[in-house]
């Protein structure tokens, strides 16, 4: 029992206490030249936000990760339909555009009031 050292506080000049065993080693400059801080700034990704209210409300990990996997799939998948619907709809209205002019073109009495009840409807639509 005479080999046991006794515990050794100091007290710091910050005016803290410590074990001496837990001060931090004293570096000596080998240098002169003065280091260089490499630091890396990340911001966060939106998803983060996402998995931190998730986990915090009890679903579990595999929940969350596969929200922000399909997630952005999800959002691709309903931008590549709606580009769909937009280059159909386009397609229509030159197709509608197209029979329009060409049944105005044959004439004839038949023709232009075909043409002028597809306006009226047109109109009526907007």
Request: aromatic share 4%.
């Amino acid at each position: 029992m005479s080999n046991i050292e006794p515990v050794r506080i100091v007290q710091l000049p910050d005016g803290t206490y410590t074990y001496v065993d837990h001060l931090p080693a004293i570096q000596a400059p080998t240098t002169a030249v003065p280091q260089v801080v490499h630091q890396h700034i990340h911001q966060a990704p939106p998803d983060r936000t996402v998995q931190r209210i998730a986990l915090g409300s009890g679903i579990g990990a595999g929940t969350v990760a596969a929200g922000v996997y399909f997630g952005p799939l999800l959002v691709g998948a309903l931008t590549a339909i709606a580009a769909n619907l937009a280059i159909l709809a386009f397609l229509a209205a030159v197709l509608a555009w197209g029979v329009v002019s060409v049944v105005k073109s044959i004439g004839g009495i038949d023709g232009k009031a075909a043409a002028k009840s597809l306006a009226k409807t047109r109109k009526r639509r907007r």
